[in-house]
């Protein structure tokens, strides 16, 4: 079950299948080319100063570099088109980047085990949590909150590698900044 703002948004295109879940069934990815596709909408377009948060279960199968969500038009930018995007690299470890703004953690995620991976932006900063712990921070506003791209879960852009190997639950997008104690 994922979700997306409010109302919610119908997902059109999915090229993952499903798998028991941390609640009920998860999207399930094989790392390769597996996508869930999210198209464009007003409730997914975040401005600047808005507040927004991205939450989900992630069940990683391997470790390096991967995309757990990303709503981003150009994935050969450095992230300057990245309204918001959560990924994990061999050096910055789990991070979040908007408009070319990195918050990293340095720390890899913990292969096949299930983690709750969260992302606050409160219009001055990025906030990363992992199981309810902060675990990275960075002073940034959102960036290219109308760049037309869908939000791809499992991905960062359309047609580029590095998707998610395993399975994520509950993604969830809402426009506002939930507290250390909500999460």
Known sequence: RSSCGSPHVEITAMIAGFAPGAVGRAFSFDGSDDVVSVPDAANLNFAPTAPMTV??????????GLHLIGKRSNCFDSGQSANYQIGQDGTHGLSFNSGGVLASSGQQMIPNQWQHVAVTADGTTFRLYRNGQQIASAPGTLGANS???????GGACPGVGATFPGKLDEVTIIGEALSQSEI
């Not at 939450?55 to 390096?64: D, F, K, N, R």
């Not at 760049?147 to 879960?153: D, R, S, Y």
């Open 147 to 153: 760049n037309g791209a869908p939000v791809l879960i």
């Open 55 to 64: 939450h989900m279960w992630a069940y990683p199968t391997a470790t390096g």
